[in-house]
């Protein structure tokens, strides 16, 4: 069975502060690895998808970046609208679901 | 608006009662999943349908839920004799096909129905 697991599970940083983000997964044929923001109340929000080691992807703030046992989120300089839940994902089959961890909440303090 | 649409946002009912969630996802989006998100964890995958056909279906879908998409287009997920248990985020996804690939692109998401079940 597809496992995802996200650590920590909360991070609080000072704005400014660089860190990263850690999903490591044990699956069966990665067929993607996907990241997700998600606000309170609201549905998740797709940031990148990573599809082989090595791989790396960046947005703004926002870098990801794939091995064969882990994914990174590396976010530098957070802002305060940084702050939010952040998920990972596997998809594994060809074409069907996304298995999710429980996700990483980011406060980021001004 | 061009996103995936998800009615109601919020809804409140009684155990036992019946309840129905409809979606509409992004417009030539052919794939349209499911899936449930309780306080604290990620989504967990229900079901997905390719056009009208349901693909798979989770081992949490139990006997009480139904999931439709008649068209091709929206989809409705009914929950029968709803129970405590169920009350969770319900969130929609869609998804294009690459053309180049075969493959999926990845899935966007609505912005989910709350519901609380007293």
């Known amino acids: 069975e597809d496992q995802v697991t996200q650590s920590p599970e909360a991070l609080r940083l000072q704005e400014g502060e660089s860190s990263s983000l850690n999903c490591s997964y044990t699956v069966s044929g990665l067929r993607g690895l996907f990241w997700y923001r998600q606000d309170p109340g609201k549905g998740p929000e797709f940031l990148f998808t990573l599809y082989s080691a090595g791989e790396e992807k960046e947005k703004e703030r926002l870098k990801a970046t794939l091995t064969k046992k882990e994914s990174f989120l590396h976010i530098t300089a957070p802002k305060p609208e940084d702050s939010a839940t952040y998920l990972c994902?596997?998809?594994?089959?060809?074409?069907?679901?996304?298995?999710f961890g429980k996700g990483i909440t980011l406060s980021v303090r001004p | 608006d061009t996103g995936v649409s998800q009615d109601p946002r919020h809804k409140i009912t009684k155990r036992g009662q019946n309840v129905t969630f409809r979606c509409d996802p992004i417009s030539e989006h052919n794939r349209l999943y499911w899936y449930r998100q309780t306080l604290g964890q990620g989504p967990e995958f229900l079901t997905y349908f390719q056009n009208e056909a349901q693909l798979e279906k989770s081992r949490l879908l139990s006997d009480r839920f139904s999931a439709e998409r008649p068209k091709g287009s929206f989809s409705t997920l009914e929950i029968q004799r709803t129970e405590q248990g169920d009350s969770a985020m319900y969130l929609c996804a869609s998804s294009s096909r690459i053309k180049t690939s075969g493959l999926y692109n990845e899935q966007f998401f609505g912005p989910g129905t709350r519901l609380t079940v007293l």
């Open positions: 994902a596997v998809r594994t089959g060809a074409n069907s679901k996304l298995t």
